[in-house]
């Protein structure tokens, strides 16, 4: 930033990232710490394990943000711009949504294993973050929401709904038949004088109750986080 004109200018072009930016004396060199993120996907057994460190899971991973577990014991995952379905020794692969020019995210497996759902971020040249669905082999893709920033899907017992989190215009509890429709907000999930604290959730094995954080705030300049409980509808009142 230039001093008194105020311009800007870009001192890196690429894509990393810098972290404890600090000036010379003189002010001629600036120096940074470059940042680079390396992760890699490993199985091993529920019961831990001692000794050498077990082998990586297929090829290392450098992108993946989110997983989960398929009916059929393989790994739904997300690589940045795809979604795909690997063994657990990597030795089977398929990509079952890939979109160069968008992000994906991996959400849950529902139904049995019928369907999956995720996140899709910039579909289509589009501004926004969606929640979607799509069979098991990545076909017929559906869009369920229809907002600005939708996120963390979550299906319904029963595999009829999908739960998910809004962010835009406030933060809110929102569900979606998952056979397509209209988004609603949970119902009971918004509680007077209290805001949403967190944008995790969780769904009961049963599919009946709803757990989540609110902030209270019951006089001015004092606030108390608490765990919620919501009691869900299994369908449209």
Not at 172 to 184: F, Q
Request: some cysteine; aromatic content about 8%; charged content about 20%.
């Amino acid at each position: 930033l230039a001093y008194p004109s105020a311009q800007l200018r870009p001192i890196t072009k690429d894509t990393n990232n810098y972290q404890s930016l600090s000036a010379s004396g003189d002010g001629k060199t600036l120096a940074a710490v470059e940042m680079k993120r390396k992760e890699t996907f490993y199985v091993f057994p529920s019961t831990g394990f001692s000794g050498a460190e077990p082998a990586p899971a297929g090829a290392q991973e450098a992108d993946v943000f989110k997983f989960n577990w398929t009916y059929q014991g393989d790994v739904l995952m997300d690589n940045e711009h795809s979604i795909e379905r690997m063994s657990v020794d990597g030795s089977k692969r398929m990509t079952l949504i890939n979109d160069p020019g968008a992000l994906t995210v991996a959400g849950e497996v529902c139904e049995s294993g019928h369907y999956f759902v995720y996140e899709w971020m910039g579909h289509a040249g589009v501004d926004t973050v969606n929640v979607w669905r799509a069979d098991m082999d990545g076909s017929n893709a559906k869009q369920l929401s229809q907002g600005r920033l939708n996120i963390a899907p979550m299906c319904s017992a029963d595999g009829k709904w999908v739960y998910y989190v809004e962010l835009f215009p406030d933060l809110r509890l929102m569900r979606v038949p998952a056979s397509g429709g209209k988004g609603e907000i949970v119902p009971g999930s918004e509680i007077p004088k209290a805001i949403i604290a967190e944008v995790g959730f969780d769904l009961s094995k049963d599919g009946k109750t709803m757990a989540y954080l609110i902030s209270i705030q019951p006089s001015a300049g004092q606030s108390r986080s608490e765990e919620h409980t919501s009691e869900l509808q299994s369908h449209h009142d």
